[in-house]
């Protein structure tokens, strides 16, 4: 069975701090591993990772994707309020691309 | 990226009635797919809504308790059949860009049962 782990599981920090999300995968015929941001309702995408060692970066935001430990990062640097948030990794595996999910990590940046 | 509309954003039902939540695309899509969070929980795969023939559900999940529809490569149903306060949970719509495999996700259905 698929299995995606993220940790920590929950997180509090201060404005302007840098934080490191972690994101482990067991998938079967792996694909690639996405990124999401949840505030409320629906995840917003951040990225989308299939090759290892290659850094995607948006702003503030980065990941990187290690294929060998099966394990990705993501990176938040000079944090806001804004980025409070849960923060979602998912893996895709199979034909189909289906996702499996992590529990997320819940971002408190407080000012 | 396709645009995803959901409706009802929110809803509040009785026990045992059905509700059916509209998913529309602003363009064709292949790949559709409907998600649950149940609270405090991670999204689960319910199934891949396949145009023309019927969905592929995943285990867990059976067609009795979750119809669905996808009439056409823009638009899916689904329907939480017969709910109990288990069903309460944030309905998401999805769909995957082809050769890319990036998925995004409506606004979200909300659903109470009380």
């Known amino acids: 069975e698929d299995k995606v782990v993220q940790s920590p599981l929950s997180l509090v920090v201060h404005e302007g701090d840098t934080v490191t999300l972690n994101c482990s995968y067991e998938?079967?015929?792996?694909?690639?591993l996405l990124w999401y941001k949840q505030e409320k309702k629906a995840p917003t995408f951040l990225f989308m990772l299939?090759?290892?060692?290659i850094e995607k970066k948006s702003g503030r935001l980065s990941s990187i994707l290690d294929k060998k430990e099966l394990f990705s990062i993501l990176n938040i640097t000079a944090t806001q309020t804004g980025d409070s948030a849960v923060y979602l990794c998912?893996?895709?595996?199979?034909?189909?691309?289906?996702?499996?999910f992590g529990k997320g990590t819940l971002l408190t940046v407080n000012p | 990226s396709a645009v995803i509309s959901q409706k009802p954003s929110r809803d509040i039902c009785q026990r045992g009635t059905s509700l059916t939540i509209q998913c529309q695309v602003d363009?064709?899509?292949?790949?559709m797919f409907w998600y649950r969070q149940q609270p405090g929980q991670s999204l689960t795969l319910i199934a891949t809504?396949?145009?023309?023939?019927?969905?592929?559900?995943e285990s867990g999940f059976v067609i009795d308790k979750f119809p669905i529809s996808r009439p056409n490569l823009t638009f899916s149903t689904l329907t939480v059949s017969n709910m109990s306060p288990e069903d309460s949970s944030i309905y998401l719509c999805?769909?995957?860009?082809?050769?890319?495999?990036?998925?995004?996700f409506g606004e979200g259905s909300r659903l109470t049962v009380l």
């Open positions: 998912a893996s895709s595996g199979g034909s189909n691309y289906k996702l499996t």
């Open positions: 998938v079967t015929n792996f694909r690639s």
């Open positions: 299939t090759s290892s060692g």
């Open positions: 363009s064709q899509v292949t790949m």
């Open positions: 809504a396949n145009q023309g023939s019927e969905a592929t559900y």
């Open positions: 999805s769909v995957s860009e082809v050769g890319t495999g990036e998925l995004f």
